[in-house]
């Protein structure tokens, strides 16, 4: 039986709360200087008050040494096996600018790109041209009609766009056209099941067309697709846990990837304040809260210690109105991990710290890697987390008589 | 390679000898006032020995957050994967009064139920009336004969009871009848595959039966049957482990799954001190001792966080005879948590003590919660106790070459 089918016939719904926040990229390195990581070097009381009464421990979102992205690091912590539930490229770009896809859609990552006369790949990103100029390009090719699909280009970020398209009949098997390197053609849209050759005929046709739109836009005159995917059926929270779940995130991601996992979407604002008052507004209405704070994940990216730290604090602060809440169970962990000494995320295990009036007491009694190290948690994959959070809310029959 | 597969492939029969002795429910919570388990209370100095001789760790009898039933708790630490092999819910009902499940025989469990005129379901449990008065309601229906198949009912406890179907070519792929809620009728048995065509019929007519014998008998004026099974299939310890193994038990759940894994089940007394003895008259005769001590758990399920002391500590006195004996092996552990504070069993993992002369080493010096929590099994999955008992009896051959 596989773990979420065992939840899934164990869950019960009751009147106690769980709150999952997540600071994205929570995981750090030491400070050289200090020999001390981000989350050492932040002065955290709520947390070591919550890590001193709960129980730590540190998580694999994917497993030793793998660094997950963004995706499989949610997934995983709402526990969703990321090995077993993949989402495919174009989908998560979609879902990464808010773009609301529907259900028989077929999306695609795409990247301008420069060929040469002979139609050569001389830049897979066209000099990484900027967001302006790309948005540009996209709404040259977007609102194609072809076969009566509709094809829908948006920009994302730099060469970086998604191409949705939309009509009856569409799948999503099909080979990527993007040949990863250099002083080839692009490939052909090859369907990699009968069912795809509607979809090839009309990518392929769109490919055509962008080709001839952008003749004159070098070195953004070509475009390559990869990932071509539909939104995967993912059972929902709701049916798995019998929560009634909501998130309050801020970025389209962790938005799109709560909504996969069919969480209510609360509006919030941007700032962590903003955040954790939305859960304050809402708290009498759900049972679960998943609360995303992504400063911590892009202060690592950009190297940046000190902001990270601070990112950390703010969340420490705004925790005291959370705790006066007294909901049943307090997670506070990452996706993963991302060092400000490593500019990216990386394999690190997360620290996790839960808080309920069920735990069996460690010694742990402040929340840092090194003191998770001995926590009562132990090393868990992060697809245990929501499970121990289930449990400690007392939302768990017995397994078995 | 499953894990009973490998270690089939390379256990062997040699003279050392293994006592698992399983505490049930013998993990705990801190009592508030003196920060302490059960286990951390009770002055255990024959386990704090062993603890400090030997290596400990914490075990999880399916997975984090799971808590388990006794039987997935048990069948887990004789090295089955709980999740892989499991036992019907009328088996497991049979096997817990020591009913003699014959194979072939489809078990089902019942619950005698109240209907109003209109046939529908007002109580599931029939006022839970009285064991009393549930087992003179089932001579009533007792020993019936239906398409030569005999139906044998057994009391439980209260509003239970069991249904056992015997004859030839009754098969259990069959529904419940118990719709699970009130204001509905009870279903009629639904064969799920055609070879249970035979049981679908028999069982409808013993329901028609039970309905007219027990028309004046409200509240207990009708039954449901849920749970239809048969005596599973799991290869016995002898097989795996090239082990003889006895199991020393009073109480019918625990002999019966002893029973189903192959063990010998031996006569012994109510007590804790009967239990000993009948391991000490009976140590030439097996290589391998099973001896389970209900009391740890019934006093955690009836929140006596001192009798539940007081059990693990007769269990610490009885340990002076049997290191007397010097098995090979000893391993001291539960089968689940079950901590006086919440009342029943719980999802914590469980202290495990593995005392042999080829232990290396940990800085565990008691057998605790805490102390265990450092221990150099570190946390394992129940299902890994046995393989690790077996390799400190030098029972297990090199794997490869």
């Known amino acids: 039986m596989a773990n979420l089918e065992l939840i899934k016939s164990i869950s019960s719904s009751s009147l106690s709360k769980i709150v999952l926040v997540v600071i994205d990229g929570l995981g750090g390195l030491p400070n050289p200087e200090t020999r001390k990581t981000e989350l050492e070097t932040a002065k955290t009381p709520n947390l070591d008050r919550l890590a001193a009464e709960g129980i730590c421990g540190l998580s694999d979102p994917v497993g030793p040494g793998i660094t997950p992205g963004s ?7 709402f526990g969703y096996d990321p090995l077993t539930f993949s989402i495919g490229r174009g989908v998560l770009e979609a879902i990464g600018i808010g773009f609301e896809l529907q259900p028989g859609d077929v999306a695609a990552r795409g990247n301008f790109c ?72 692009p490939k052909p849209v090859v369907a990699l099941s009968p069912d795809t050759n509607r979809l090839a005929s009309i990518a ?32 929902s929270m709701g049916e798995i846990y019998k929560l009634k779940a909501a998130a309050i995130a801020s970025y389209p991601m962790y938005r799109g990837l709560a909504k996969l996992v069919g969480m209510q979407l609360l509006d919030t604002g941007p700032s962590i304040e903003n955040e954790f008052a939305t859960l304050k507004q809402n708290y009498s209405s759900y ?115």
Chains 1, 2 share one sequence.
Request: with cysteine; hydrophobic share 45%; aromatic share 6%.
């Open 204 to 235: 392929n046709q769109f490919v055509a067309k962008a080709r001839l739109a952008l003749a004159e836009c070098h070195p953004a005159n070509m475009i390559l697709l990869r990932g071509f995917s539909k939104l995967p059926h993912l059972p």
């Open 287 to 401: 049972d679960f809260f998943f609360l995303h704070v992504k400063g911590g994940d892009a202060a690592g990216e950009d190297g940046d210690f000190a902001r990270k730290v601070s990112v950390i604090e703010q969340v420490d602060s705004a925790l005291t109105e959370l705790i006066r809440l007294k909901p049943d169970v307090i997670v506070v962990t990452g996706d993963h991990s991302t060092p400000a000494m490593l500019k990216g995320h990386s394999w690190h295990p997360v620290p996790v710290l839960l808080y309920s009036k069920w735990c069996r007491p460690d010694k742990v009694t402040e929340f840092s890697e090194s003191a998770c190290l001995s926590g009562g948690l132990g090393r868990v994959p992060a697809t245990e987390v929501m499970p121990l959070a289930m449990a400690n809310a007392l939302k768990l029959t017995k397994f078995g008589a």
């Open 114 to 185: 420069t060929v040469d006369k002979a139609g050569l790949i001389t830049d897979r990103r066209a000099g990484r041209i900027a967001t302006d100029k790309s948005a540009e390009l996209c709404q040259l090719l977007d609102g194609l009609v072809i076969d009566e699909a509709e094809v829908l280009v948006r920009p994302v970020k730099e060469h970086r766009f998604v191409a949705v398209f939309r009509g009856e009949g569409v799948q999503a098997d099909a080979a990527d056209t993007d040949p990863q390197r250099v002083g080839v053609a």
């Open 71 to 77: 995706a499989p690091g949610h997934l995983a912590l």
